[in-house]
């Protein structure tokens, strides 16, 4: 009888382990369940983005990133890969700016960038973004950069 008691109890355990098991893969299935923005898929991307999402998805061939900043302050340093059309230029060349992409705008800090996504929406862009913090944030969080 002891002995039955016994595996009962060690059935029990197994379920018990067993259970909390699951519950814990569950989250590690969904998240390497989800899309890789870096090479998969349709993007979705709010109107302003973080830099480790630029830095994830910048390489695709479905986006563009442009850098708002004037010359002098791109020779600084800037986002590898990335277009310069200082924000004054902008309006005579948008024939550089594709409507079949993802265009994501940045600058400095994000002011001029949101300037110029703002700029794009009204004349009939509708997948532009900013990055949030432009270069600041960008070399903030580890990223890496051109001069």
């Not at 009962?8 to 018990?16: A, E, K, Q, R, T």
């Not at 109107?47 to 999402?53: C, E, N, R, S």
């Not at 302050?73 to 700016?97: F, K, M, Q, W």
Request: proline share 5%.
């Amino acid at each position: 009888m002891k002995q039955k008691y016994l595996w009962l109890i060690g059935l029990l355990l197994v379920l018990l382990v067993g259970l909390a098991a699951c519950g814990g893969g569950a989250d590690t299935t969904a998240q390497s369940a989800a899309p890789d923005v870096a090479t998969e898929g349709e993007l979705n991307l709010p109107d302003t983005v973080d830099p480790q999402t630029v830095a994830q998805i910048k390489d695709r061939a479905d986006v563009v990133v442009f850098d708002v900043r004037e010359q002098v302050e791109y020779d600084e340093g800037h986002i590898p890969g990335v277009t310069l059309i200082p924000l004054g230029e902008v309006p005579n060349r948008l024939s550089e700016i594709p409507k079949d992409k993802t265009v994501i705008m940045t600058c400095r800090s994000g002011n001029r960038s949101g300037q110029a996504t703002d700029f794009l929406r009204q004349n009939g862009y509708t997948n532009v973004h900013n990055m949030e913090g432009g270069i600041v944030a960008w070399q903030q969080a580890g990223l890496p950069v051109d001069k």
